[in-house]
């Protein structure tokens, strides 16, 4: 057997399915004491640990103790520039932007700032167990430069773009829709389909950009395979408002994306929190995706996230931490936010239902589930080992559990990057905790 399989041996989880479609007990796989074979940065193998260490002569078993080794996280969308400025006191949307967001975003004009923050952000993903995020630059063409050579180097599956905003922000961070659309596609050319890195065509939200942007926009969308596109979507009701104002001719804010052909198989718009189900039932019909993004709209008072609604019209839903107007790396912090935002609702989020939100959902919303997501042989060996015992109070609580859902619930609950002991991306390990 060649150098390069590993095994990795411990509790293992990982979601089959979306338990809305068949039910909680079908949606996942659970090996008590599991055991995930990895070949050449792939999945080959994932059962009890029992049934496959016979035919495993001779290869080497990593073991891990009171561990849970799940998929490596999917963060649909989070803004990598803006690492500085999380927990910006006292705005909503729009101040929030001019007040703090411009400002921190025109630094990274400076190839040197970009690289600096690129590192650090990668670094924080991976300390909180996240692989894949569909990633804001700024409008400068270097932060993308900077963002995906600091992704290759650590062999990353990202996915990533240049901002445009050609109005309604100030100058320094403007470009027009010409040099937007030409800059975006330079990038395009260097960096889409590289490794494991993929572009993003994306305006920043309707408000910033003039119809001739998004007009491009739309046509780049289009011109190139598997290309992705990432805007902001009915997030804040005065942001909606502006939107009516500076596009009175469309029926509503997701028609402005509509009408210049930046909805579909990989959009995502991040947000959706105030979509009537006339809207939903187009997202869902056109197979575009939404980010639900829960601190980030607690934090700016946007407003509260109708999971539900949006999984009835069979809209594609995945977890954002939106930093920085999300407050945490952690998909283990955001999916705790989540369930109070449902709760605050009159709803419930099963455990087994964050579990899919945060790893094969989000892969399934990227249209990246033939890749990641599970451990399903083939598969890029993305994974994260989670600690049951990486505080008192966890391992104590986790010391009550009577099932797994309480087991799993709690973890998500108590659990932030304390609880990520190492993260592997492709087989290799990327993060180790102590
Ligand atoms: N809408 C337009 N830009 C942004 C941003 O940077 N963050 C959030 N949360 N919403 C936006
Ligand atoms: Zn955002």
């Not at 500085?84 to 006191?89: E, F, I, L, R």
Request: some cysteine.
């Amino acid at each position: 057997m060649s150098t390069s399989v590993k095994a990795y041996r411990a509790a293992i989880l990982h979601s089959l399915a979306d338990p809305a479609d068949v039910g909680v007990e079908r949606s996942y796989a659970y090996f008590e004491d599991g055991l995930l074979l990895v070949e050449d940065g792939r999945v080959v193998q994932v059962g009890e640990a029992a049934a496959l260490l016979p035919g495993l002569a001779g290869v080497e078993v990593v073991e891990y103790r009171d561990a849970l080794i799940t998929p490596g996280f999917i963060d649909t969308h989070i803004h990598y520039p803006q690492t500085g400025m999380v927990a910006a006191y006292g705005e909503q949307l729009l101040d929030w932007l001019n007040t703090y967001t411009f400002p921190t975003e025109a630094r990274f004009a400076d190839p040197a700032h970009a690289r600096e923050v690129a590192s650090l952000f990668l670094g924080e993903l991976l300390r909180n167990g996240t692989t894949t995020a569909l990633v804001f630059c700024s409008v400068h063409p270097q932060s993308v430069d900077a963002f995906f050579e600091a992704a290759q180097a650590l062999d990353l599956r990202m996915i990533a773009g240049k901002v445009l905003m050609d109005r309604n922000a100030p100058d320094d961070l403007l470009d027009s829709a010409e040099s937007g659309y030409a800059q975006s596609k330079a990038l395009i050319e260097r960096w889409h389909g590289k490794g494991r890195l993929h572009y993003a065509v994306t305006p920043r939200f309707a408000p910033t950009s003039t119809p001739e942007q998004l007009d491009l926009a739309g046509r780049l969308f289009h011109e190139y395979p598997d290309l992705y596109m990432h805007t902001h979507l009915s997030e804040n009701l005065k942001e909606i408002e502006w939107v009516k104002a500076l596009f009175p001719e469309r029926s509503g804010y997701l028609d402005v994306y509509d009408h210049y052909r930046l909805i579909g198989p990989r959009a995502v718009f991040a947000h959706g929190v105030h979509l009537c189900d006339e809207e939903c039932a187009r997202l869902g019909d056109s197979g575009s995706a939404v980010a639900f993004c829960p601190t980030s709209n607690l934090f700016l008072g946007s407003g509260l996230f109708d999971l539900p609604k949006l999984q009835r019209h069979g809209v594609r839903v995945g977890l954002g931490t939106d930093i920085g107007a999300g407050t945490s790396f952690s998909q283990l912090q955001t999916l705790n936010e989540a369930y109070k935002v449902m709760q605050l609702q009159g709803k419930k989020l099963d455990p087994f239902q964050s579990l899919y939100l945060a790893t094969l959902g989000g892969a399934r919303a990227l249209y990246l589930d033939q890749r990641i997501g599970n451990f399903e042989p083939g598969k890029d060996a993305d994974f994260v080992v989670l600690d049951y015992r990486a505080t008192p109070l966890l391992a104590y609580r986790l010391g009550q559990a009577k099932d797994l859902a309480e087991k799993l619930f709690a973890l998500m609950l108590l659990g932030d990057d304390r609880a990520v002991k190492e993260t592997f991306a492709a087989g290799r390990s990327v993060h180790r905790r102590d």
